[in-house]
């Protein structure tokens, strides 16, 4: 079975535009988490989502938004880009919602200029 | 709110020889605790994991992590290292939300 997808792989951006990012889980899997891992840290959360709904919320703010559709699969938009959004976007998928085992993709890069 | 420390943000390690990473955790109830590796420019791979039950638990790649709730720590450990084990490591706990916390992570760096 396939693991997580993600796309793009690379993205570059200027500052000011806007980016969407595309996951999608395993398959059977109804819940997707985004993280965002800054050089040097360890992933932060950004959001949670569950039967198409969002399930959770990280300290980030309004630019960052997200959806889940009917098949589970999932976008992250971010509006108005800054420099420090820069960052590697993750996405990880798990059966449920709840304190499931998370599994990751491979990630998309982001650079800002 | 739980997070995670990792004390040591490198740690260079001969082929062959032992390998720890430490981990501790701040969280007040029973946590569930997780080991991921991460090789460059690629995603996190999950070693490990502690729901319950056996304190000692076993994973992939001849890894394995002791709970200590006393200590509040979930150290991995690696009896012999091999240079494909060179990457970076995070631990993570949750706390029966939704969310992973994760800690700085620790480079690991193999020597021949």
């Known amino acids: 079975d396939a693991g997580v997808t993600q796309s793009p792989t690379h993205l570059i951006k200027t500052r000011g535009q806007h980016v969407t990012l595309r996951c999608s889980p395993i398959s059977g899997h109804k819940s997707v988490s985004w993280y965002q891992q800054v050089l040097g840290q360890g992933p932060q959360f950004i959001f949670q989502y569950y039967e198409k709904e969002e399930r959770g919320r990280g300290n980030f703010p309004d630019r960052f938004s997200a959806r889940q559709f009917p098949n589970y699969s999932s976008e992250l938009n971010v509006n108005a880009l800054l420099l420090g959004d820069s960052a590697l976007y993750l996405c990880?998928?798990?059966?449920?919602?709840?304190?499931?085992?998370?599994?990751f993709g491979p990630g998309t890069r982001l650079l800002v200029l | 709110a739980q997070s995670v420390t990792q004390p040591d943000i490198h740690i260079t390690v001969s082929e062959g020889a032992s390998l720890e990473l430490r981990c501790n955790y701040s969280y007040g109830a029973t946590p569930y605790l997780f080991w991921y590796v991460q090789s460059p420019g690629q995603g996190l791979q999950l070693l490990l994991k502690y729901f319950s039950g056996d304190t000692l638990v076993q994973g992939i790649k001849g890894f394995e992590a002791e709970f200590k709730r006393s200590q509040s720590s979930f150290n991995l450990r690696k009896p012999s290292v091999h240079w494909s084990d060179a990457a970076e490591y995070f631990c993570?706990?949750?706390?029966?939300?939704?969310?992973?916390?994760f800690g700085a992570g620790t480079t690991v760096t193999v020597r021949a």
């Open positions: 993570a706990v949750g706390a029966g939300d939704y969310k992973l916390s």
């Open positions: 990880a998928s798990s059966l449920r919602r709840g304190q499931e085992t998370q599994y």
